[in-house]
């Protein structure tokens, strides 16, 4: 942002506005500048961390409340682990403390004084919540045992920090349950699972896939992982957007969770755990924000409605009262409609840098009035997403703004429907594979589903600066696999579909 030395005009200097970056030319600065200048985030001077200002943490706040809400109906109750892990507690599953290794913060001083022992700070709460999960579950009648956490969580050792996307500190929810059933668990995760698509589809606006992860790309220590896969075709990358995990018995023999069944046996708990991050707020501003700023769905907008009087210099005392009269009056029937508003009534600002200002933050709807407007007992509004213009009578305008706010967000998510399907092909050979990354598609290829054939692609797709691809997801809606379909890759019999792409 600059400063512009005004223009006579009396008003105030104003900051200049605007973006300086074009999304589909240089996509990474664009999303660089746009996090800092739509206030979502400052930069903190710890590498990795950022602030949530107030506008971000608003968004979170919306998913928060949705999912919690959702998940009570489930049954699964909030509570709260302590934040350090013991090293024996985090060394008790082999195969998860590897996958998280690389990423485990360690205290290992206090004040001048080494620690006796090191404790890590979670980087998710299996190892912390489960040793007390043996304590409480004895019985049958103890199950379901199902428990939610909305905290922070630390993953200390990465590449390319991207504010929300991928930092050393982040906000999750994180649902850890326990039951007697197998088949209570594999429902569970996929119920999960949908509400996930939910967060994105019905609220977020963004297109998703459902799957279920590969060997090579499920979460460490589980018997399989379920996620929702967004794209970003500017980028040609996917993006996991939440995952939901069966862990099987795996972790219940490992911490000793055992509970006597109805005939007196023996049994371990079959368990759960899936998660949400602030990602989705980094998801969704890739794929709606443009190059004047956000834009953002109306369902998770902090504020749905910016009114904007507009008097003119010349415009009588009297008449600018009655304009913010008005707009008070405007703002009272909206609120009592349901929906959230804000007024700009500053008088140090003009109205072109007010319109600047609420496209950037990328508020859905712009209501102006001005002086016409009040001949004319009318208000125009303009959209965000589109810039498409109405007039709306003032007796009008409580029951028009609803039904334009849900018209706004069924046409994002149709419009980025839209560019995700653009973005994906159907492909049966090597050379049809490459070609589709090359115009940043994602594929959906027939495989073997082999850990040592995705290892393969992946070192095999790498070429230059761009990243080799690597699985998706085996998405759920498989289409028909012909007898006799090869995999793309290594030529064996094929066994299922499967999503690959570049990735964040």
């Not at 630390?154 to 059933?181: C, D, M, N, Y």
């Not at 210099?313 to 009297?318: G, L």
Request: proline share 5%.
């Amino acid at each position: 942002m600059c400063q512009n030395a005004g223009d006579g005009s009396g008003k105030k200097k104003e900051t200049k506005l605007g973006m300086s970056n074009s999304k589909s030319t240089n996509f990474s600065e664009w999303y660089s500048e746009v996090v800092v200048s739509a206030e979502l985030i400052s930069y903190y001077d710890v590498s990795g961390c950022y602030i949530l200002r107030p506008w971000a943490f608003a968004m979170w706040e919306v998913l928060q409340s949705f999912f919690d809400k959702e998940i009570k109906k489930m049954g699964v109750q909030n509570s709260y682990f302590p934040l350090f892990i013991t090293e024996d507690a985090l060394n008790t599953e082999k195969d998860h403390v590897e996958g998280f290794a690389a990423e485990v913060a360690w205290v290992t001083r206090c004040g001048n004084s080494e620690l006796e022992k090191p404790v890590a700070i979670r980087p998710t709460s299996e190892t912390v919540m489960y040793p007390y999960y043996a304590q409480w579950i004895r019985s049958h009648r103890d199950l379901p045992l199902k428990l939610n956490q909305w905290t922070n969580v630390v993953r200390w050792e990465f590449k390319h920090p991207t504010p929300f996307i991928r930092s050393r500190e982040f906000l999750w929810q994180e649902g850890h349950t326990a039951f007697a059933t197998q088949a209570e668990a594999e429902q569970e995760v996929l119920d999960i699972l949908e509400l996930y698509r939910r967060v994105y589809e019905e609220l977020l606006a963004v297109p998703v896939t459902r799957g279920r992860k590969s060997a090579k790309e499920q979460f460490a220590g589980a018997f399989f992982t379920t996620t929702v896969e967004a794209y970003v075709p500017e980028t040609g990358r996917g993006i996991q957007g939440a995952t939901s995990h069966c862990l099987g018995q795996n972790f219940s023999k490992m911490f000793g969770i055992e509970f006597e069944t109805e005939d007196k046996s023996k049994a371990h708990a079959w368990q759960n755990s899936w998660g949400m991050t602030t990602r989705t707020i980094g998801v969704m501003i890739m794929t709606h924000g443009d190059d004047k700023g956000l834009v953002l769905p109306p369902r998770v907008a902090p504020q749905q409605v910016v009114i904007i009087p507009i008097p003119k210099a010349s415009t009588p005392e009297d008449v600018q009262k009655a304009m913010l009269d008005r707009t008070d009056a405007l703002k009272a029937a909206l609120v009592s409609a349901g929906v959230r508003v804000v007024t700009d009534t500053r008088d140090n600002y003009t109205p072109g840098w007010k319109y600047n200002h609420w496209e950037l933050k990328g508020l859905p709807l712009r209501c102006e009035l001005g002086p016409k407007d009040m001949e004319n007992e009318a208000v125009v509004l303009a959209r965000r997403d589109t810039g498409a213009k109405e007039v709306v009578p003032w007796a009008e305008v409580a029951t028009r703004v609803p039904i334009l706010l849900e018209e706004i967000q069924a046409s994002m998510l149709k419009s980025a429907t839209e560019r995700y399907n653009a973005a994906l092909e159907t492909v049966h050979t090597w050379d049809e594979f490459m070609a589709a990354l090359d115009r940043r598609h994602m594929c959906l290829v027939p495989w073997a589903d082999e850990p040592e054939v995705e290892e393969d692609v992946k070192k095999r797709s790498a070429s230059g600066e761009a990243m080799g691809a690597k699985s998706l997801c085996i998405p759920f809606d498989q289409p028909e696999l012909p007898e006799g379909t090869l995999c793309f890759a290594s030529g064996k019999p094929a066994k299922n579909w499967v999503l690959f792409g570049r990735s964040y």
